[in-house]
């Protein structure tokens, strides 16, 4: 009995050894060919400039070509040269297309980040079959394939570096947001399985957990039953500069992480007491979010049809109020000029 605890203890110094080694000397990304999904707007584009400006080769995708031309352009102002690439990644042909062409070109893929999303915001009775299946293909079978794609040739190097953009929301069930709850919650199971089965290649898988970020994305989101409401309560949520992160700061943490070999991230004080106070007292937490959708908008309106968040603007939306919002969306691409 105590040579098995010897060994389990001794076996136990040597992961922490190595994880501490990796951690403080850091993965170096002068380079290195990083990946992002979702990089034409919002916090991927965030992150396409945090990559590049710490010397890696960015290649940033998404499915509308314009967009992803505007963002070329605005990271080209900031003297950042990037590498554009059109990809649908729920579908599982376009990201191995995506992969082979980009090693083909560019060399082995070292980084590959998982952030491409889509919302919908509604209550559960207006959340159809379709809303789960599209945010289970973009956030769980598009990254599940895009990793396919990149680990044999990472467990050929023995080395990468794998982030995967959960939420808070994929570690708490927010009301009216039940489809992507669901999709965030599956891709971190996965993700923090798979950080602790291919850490013996020294493939490195970083889980983050964004609260509240200041992106810009409400007007692109999707929005249902009495949409202008929903608009509301979202946008000036997202906005709010206490419970809330620029997009930039949130990048730079992620970055950071990356490089570490972090396993796991959370980003915001309230998402981190969120997270605590849900493992400690999930039946407390899920009682105080139950109050807080008694207030949320109910059934009606428009009913399961999307609207967009440009489309269901309010007094209150264009009031000052959103202010922070506005300025995010300005900055990360997510309007047309």
Not at 262 to 269: E, G, K, N, Q, V
Not at 271 to 290: C, N
């Amino acid at each position: 009995m105590r040579l098995s605890s010897a060994l389990l203890t001794c076996g136990a110094g040597i992961v922490l050894a190595r994880s501490l080694r990796h951690r403080f000397s850091r993965y170096d990304l002068l380079n290195k060919n990083v990946l992002i999904t979702g990089g034409s707007r919002g916090l991927g584009l965030a992150l396409a400039r945090e990559f590049a400006s710490q010397g890696g080769r960015v290649t940033i995708c998404a499915r509308d070509l314009e967009e992803l031309g505007r963002a070329k352009e605005r990271l080209a102002r900031d003297g950042f040269q990037v590498r554009t690439a059109i990809c649908d990644i729920t579908q599982e042909i376009s990201t191995t297309e995506l992969v082979q062409e980009l090693e083909a070109s560019e060399g082995p893929l070292d980084v590959l980040v998982n952030n491409a999303g889509r919302i919908e915001v509604g209550p559960i009775e207006t959340a159809t079959t379709a809303d789960f299946e599209l945010a289970m293909a973009t956030h769980f079978w598009g990254p599940l394939n895009l990793i396919k794609a990149v680990m044999p040739g990472m467990q050929h190097r023995r080395d990468g570096h794998i982030v995967n953009i959960s939420s808070i929301g994929g570690k708490i069930g927010v009301p009216h947001l039940a489809a992507y709850d669901a999709s965030k919650f599956a891709l971190a199971g996965y993700s923090e399985a798979l950080a602790a089965e291919v850490r013996k290649h020294n493939i490195f898988v970083t889980t983050v957990y964004p609260g509240l970020m200041r992106t810009g994305s409400p007007r692109n989101a999707n929005f249902k039953s009495q949409h202008r409401k929903e608009y509301t309560w979202f946008t000036l949520s997202d906005s709010a500069p206490l419970i809330t992160i620029s997009a930039a700061r949130a990048a730079r943490k992620i970055v950071n992480a990356c490089r570490d070999g972090r396993a796991s991230l959370t980003i915001t004080p309230v998402a981190k007491v969120a997270s605590l106070a849900h493992a400690l007292a999930p039946d407390t937490v899920i009682s105080a979010l139950a109050m807080a959708n008694r207030i949320l908008p109910g059934p009606g309106g428009v009913g399961e049809t999307n609207k967009k968040g440009r489309e269901s603007q309010t007094l209150l939306t264009r009031s000052p109020l959103t202010f922070l919002d506005k300025r995010a969306a300005a900055n990360l691409n997510q309007i047309v000029s």
